[in-house]
């Protein structure tokens, strides 16, 4: 079957780093995406990976290892403002997935101050 | 002006009523999609559309059925409510084409609940 494996929660401390792990069992592979979603909001697009390797947007990087079919997101210098949940979505492009996303439950992120 | 919108943002029905949720967006993408959300959980696909005259079910269809009535409008529809369907309903959409990584934009959601 086809599965995304993500923490259900993770507490970490203002000004900290927090990384949320994904992994994933699909039948075929298209790219590992990452969204933002604030208790009541809509999810946002944050990052894709496509290729191995670490990619870099402000306080945020994704990164991706193919062969171990794993990736993770990492948030550096923690605000309250990024308390929410994170989900990993991976574009399937097995047979009859139509090259949809499929869906991680979500990682929620607590944050202390 | 958001560029997904969805209405009605809230709504309260009884088991057996027909309920409609109609998304509307200005971002003119071709793609356009309606999840569902339970609390605590990811986002289940229900039906996309890759243009007006392609139509999909996604993998929880049972119970729904979607129109799509311009570029612009999805519309979902629940002929049957039941108290299960008791969810936050969202509509995205994303450009296609080929672009990777084909970034979905979400509506702001509608909160359904049956009773």
């Known amino acids: 079957g086809q599965s995304l494996e993500q923490p259900s929660e993770v507490t970490a401390v203002e000004g900290a780093i927090v990384q949320i792990n994904c992994t994933y069992q699909?039948?075929?592979?298209?790219?590992l995406s990452w969204y933002q979603q604030h208790d009541g909001g809509a999810p946002t697009f944050l990052s894709y990976?496509?290729l191995d390797g670490l990619e870099e947007t402000g306080r945020f990087s994704s990164f991706l290892s193919r062969s171990d079919s794993y990736g993770y997101l990492l948030l550096q210098e923690l605000q309250m403002k990024d308390s929410a949940s994170y989900f990993c979505?991976?574009?399937?492009?097995?047979?009859?997935?139509?090259?949809?996303?499929?869906w991680g439950a979500g990682t929620k992120l607590i944050i202390k101050p | 002006d958001a560029d997904v919108t969805q209405t009605p943002r809230n709504r309260i029905t009884k088991t057996g009523k027909r309920i409609m949720l109609e998304c509307s967006q200005t971002?003119?993408?071709?793609?356009m999609y309606w999840y569902r959300q339970d609390p605590g959980l990811g986002l289940q696909l229900i039906y996309y559309?890759?243009?007006?005259?392609?139509?999909n079910k996604g993998e929880i269809s049972d119970g729904y059925s979607v129109s799509r009535q311009a570029q612009a409008k999805f519309s979902l529809s629940l002929e049957s409510a039941i108290p299960n369907q008791t969810a936050l309903y969202f509509c995205?959409?994303?450009?296609?084409?080929?672009?990777?990584?084909?970034?979905?934009?979400f509506g702001p959601g509608t909160r359904l609940t049956v009773l």
């Open positions: 995205a959409t994303s450009v296609g084409a080929g672009r990777l990584p084909d970034t979905q934009y």
């Open positions: 971002k003119g993408h071709d793609r």
């Open positions: 559309s890759f243009d007006v005259k392609d139509i």
């Open positions: 699909t039948s075929g592979f298209y790219g």
């Open positions: 990976n496509a």
């Open positions: 979505a991976v574009r399937d492009y097995g047979v009859g997935s139509n090259y949809q996303l499929i």
